[in-house]
Nanobody, 124 residues
Framework: QVQLVESGGGSVQTGGSLRLSCTTS??????MGWFRQAPGKEREGVAS???????SYADSVKGRFTISQDNAKNTLHLQMNSLKPEDTAMYYC????????????????????WGQGTQVTVSS
């Protein structure tokens, strides 16, 4: 089993920045990432890191979001810059035992573990 604990959500104005963090405990995982879900929309992958290591991003956040992993602290970070109102959503940390990448907003083989979610709100 794997436990994921997120932190760092909040409210900012357009153009602002936020940093999300996700700390893992339990079994080893080889892929971690962030998904988001806005009201009335499907959950979509935002950024992903695997143990190769390799990273992948949704087109909508490329150049604005950066995912990084602090192996010593078992923590995954998502630095979000130049935030837009359309980034408003509940953000979920996710993990997977196997190595994977984002493809069309999904991990091949799906997600094994979810965090509880943290709200990000961007106002215009």
């Amino acid at each position: 089993q794997v436990q994921l604990v997120e932190s760092g959500g909040g409210s900012v104005q357009t153009g602002g920045s936020l940093r999300l963090s996700c700390t893992t405990s339990g079994d080893t995982v080889n892929t971690m990432g962030w998904f988001r879900q806005a009201p009335g929309k499907e959950r979509e992958g935002v950024a992903s890191w695997n143990s190769f290591p390799d990273t992948s991003y949704a087109d909508s956040v490329k150049g604005r979001f950066t995912i990084s992993q602090d192996n010593a602290k078992n923590t995954l970070h998502l630095q979000m810059n130049s935030l837009k109102p359309e980034d408003t959503a509940m953000y979920y940390c996710a993990a997977k035992s196997a190595r994977s990448l984002l493809y069309r907003g999904r991990w091949v083989g799906g997600v094994d573990y979810w965090g509880q979610g943290t709200q990000v709100t961007v106002s215009s």
